[in-house]
């Protein structure tokens, strides 16, 4: 079975701090990978997806991800957070195009103070 | 509405009572999925529909849980008998087309078995 790790439970940063989250996945067969992120009172929304192609993947508010298969990670990276950035994030992984059907992490709590 | 749609969000249930949860998908998406979130932990895939067919329930974790679609667009998800281990939140996606590249939450309904 497939599953994946994030290491930080919680991270605590300054605005303007860059940012890095850790992701890596136990399965090594082709993989989609997904970041999603859940501001405070709200629902799951994703953040970057990874299914082919260029493995420096980019997706909304500034966040970009990177895909290294010799490695199972795909840490995602903000250069400059804000306040606003504040949430848990989920790193998340499937074997096929189904997005629906994805084994996630346990998510990590970033707080940024402003 | 726009989003995914679950209700109630709120359930506190006795143990051994049932509990029903309803999931209103987007408009028009075909695919459906159902996620346990235990506290500290990441989304765990419960079941899946492709309109009304359940193609896959693998994530159940017994038979005291059971999910329908009948008419391919609302979902419930009941669960028999609850006991303490069910508190979680329950968590809906749907995605627009069978190739599934994109799931869409709704805000789950957190369920407290007392």
């Not at chain 1, 990874?50 to 840490?75: Q, R, T």
């Not at chain 2, 038979?63 to 609302?74: L, M, N």
């Amino acid at each position: 079975a497939q599953s994946v790790s994030q290491h930080n439970h919680h991270v605590i940063l300054s605005e303007a701090a860059s940012l890095e989250l850790g992701c890596n996945y136990s399965y090594g067969g082709t993989v989609n990978l997904f970041w999603y992120v859940q501001y405070p009172g709200q629902h799951l929304q994703l953040l970057l997806k990874y299914f082919s192609g260029d493995p420096l993947v980019k997706g909304i508010k500034g966040f970009e991800a990177e895909f290294i298969k010799s490695k199972f990670s795909f840490n995602l990276r903000k250069p400059s957070v804000q306040w606003s950035d504040t949430a848990e994030y989920f790193c998340a992984v499937n074997r096929g195009t189904n997005a629906g059907k994805s084994t996630f992490g346990d998510g990590t709590t970033l707080t940024v103070k402003p | 509405g726009a989003g995914v749609s679950q209700s109630p969000r709120y359930k506190v249930a006795k143990r051994g009572q049932d509990v029903a949860l309803r999931c209103d998908p987007i408009s028009g998406h075909v695919s459906l999925f159902w996620y346990q979130q235990a506290l500290g932990q990441g989304p765990e895939f419960l079941t899946y529909f492709q309109n009304e067919a359940q193609l896959d329930k693998s994530g159940l974790p017994s038979d005291r849980f059971f999910a329908e679609r009948p008419e391919g667009s609302v979902s419930t998800l009941k669960i028999q008998r609850t006991q303490q281990e069910d508190s979680a939140v329950y968590l809906c996606a749907s995605s627009p087309d069978l190739s599934n590249t994109e799931a869409f939450f709704g805000q789950g309904t957190r369920l407290t078995v007392v």
